[in-house]
């Protein structure tokens, strides 16, 4: 009888302890449940803290390393292809001024203009410059003459510079970058010889594309700059005919299509 109820009370014990273990452990998974569903819980705290302490040493690194605005002066050539690179004769230095703000390490804006000033000379009569009356321009009409040919361009920039941090120390010493520009050429035709002519004037809108490379002089106070630029531009007087010649097969131009290219030196004052 005694070795019964030992036995039972023994059962008994062993029961209740698996219920108290179990009965914990549903609890201490309930409990973690509670914790991921909580309305003010947050399952991203400890990225969201990763991403704000890399985002703040990043710029604590770039207010202590980087610039934040430069000035920049520069001098180039401007060249073009096609009909209005045969007509024009480049007349260097091209000028250039422009303002950068810096975003970041990689981003940059930038303001400024460019003017350069070209030629061309049209020896033969053309549909714009018909016959004269005066005997030394009969019967094939009077040549237009110099033409001189002044272009304004004012321009917004975006600048990306490129992560040189895992390249050669050349590479990286020369700050490469890509660049892209809105721009807007303003283009002047005075016609020296013929000088009842009136000026012609126009505008057209265009867009640059290109690459550059900015060599310290000293660390965030002063670079020399390269700067290698494409341009397309729609020029008021692209599709015009009056440059074509007045006599088959005489000096002139059908149009004057063509694109445009830079090259820039700048210094570079930073701050």
Same mark, same amino acid.
């Not at 803290?49 to 520069?74: C, H, I, P, T």
């Not at 005919?241 to 820039?264: D, H, I, Q, W």
């Given at each position: ?111 400024? %203009?460019?003017? =350069? ?10 549909? /714009? @410059?018909? $016959? +004269?009356?005066?005997? &030394? ?63 012609d ?17 000293? %660390?965030?106070? =002063? ?10 531009? /729609? @020029?008021? $007087? +692209?599709?015009?005919? &009056? ?25 570079v004052?930073?701050w």
């Amino acid at each position: 009888m005694k070795k019964i109820i030992t036995t039972l009370l023994f059962i008994l014990l062993a029961a209740t302890t698996v219920n108290v273990h179990a009965q914990e452990a549903s609890n201490d998974i309930f409990s973690a449940d509670d914790d991921d569903l909580n309305v003010g819980g947050d399952i991203f705290t400890d990225f969201n803290e990763d991403v704000e302490s890399a985002k703040l040493v990043e710029d604590e690194r770039f207010y202590r390393y980087g610039r934040f605005f430069s000035f920049n002066l520069s001098l180039g050539l401007t060249t073009f292809d096609g009909n209005r690179g045969l007509a024009y004769e480049n007349l260097p230095p091209t000028y250039g001024l422009s303002f950068t703000f810096f975003k970041d390490f990689q981003s940059a804006y930038g303001l400024g %203009l460019e003017f =350069s000033k070209h030629s061309m000379f049209l020896k033969d009569a053309v549909l /714009a @410059f018909p $016959d +004269k009356t005066s005997a &030394k321009c009969a019967p094939n009409g009077c040549p237009p003459g110099l033409v001189e040919v002044s272009m304004l361009r004012v321009f917004f920039a975006y600048r990306y510079y490129i992560d040189t941090a895992n390249l050669g120390t050349a590479i990286t010493y020369s700050n490469p970058y890509l660049i892209a520009r809105m721009e807007y050429w303003y283009t002047s035709n005075k016609y020296v010889d013929q000088k009842e002519v009136p000026n012609d004037k126009g505008g057209g809108l265009g867009a640059g594309a290109g690459f550059g490379l900015e060599f310290p002089i000293e %660390l965030k106070e =002063s670079y020399i700059g390269l700067e290698f630029l494409f341009h397309s531009v /729609a @020029f008021f $007087d +692209k599709n015009t005919t &009056k440059y074509s010649p007045l006599v088959p097969g005489r000096y002139g131009f059908e149009n004057l299509s063509g694109n445009a290219y830079s090259t820039m030196l700048s210094y570079v004052f930073n701050w």
